[in-house]
């Protein structure tokens, strides 16, 4: 069973280097972050955007500004809010 997360299930439809028991454990926002040659979700938003999504143009977040400009959106989204504030409800 999957939650709002997405966690319980693996999203992937083709092949996949990441354990299935990580696949299940981790939100879907994170496997879709992953390039496709390591876990195909079949998702054409697999690498980075060159900005944050984090609020207050990055500000809300611990995370350093060029680690939150490099890792894919999705990565970003699946972080907790207390750690890097999308404003996402989670």
Do not use: C, F, W, Y
Request: charged share 20%.
């Amino acid at each position: 069973m999957q939650n709002q997360q997405g966690q319980g299930a693996s999203h992937a439809v083709g092949d996949s280097k990441v354990p299935g028991k990580v696949q299940e454990k981790v939100p879907q926002g994170l496997e879709e972050s992953l390039p496709n040659s390591v876990h195909d979700t079949g998702s054409k938003n697999s690498g980075s955007s060159g900005q944050t999504h984090a609020k207050d143009g990055g500000d809300a977040s611990i995370v350093p500004k060029g680690i939150q400009k490099a890792v894919p959106e999705g990565l970003e989204r699946a972080l907790p809010n207390s750690i890097h504030d999308t404003g996402d409800k989670q």
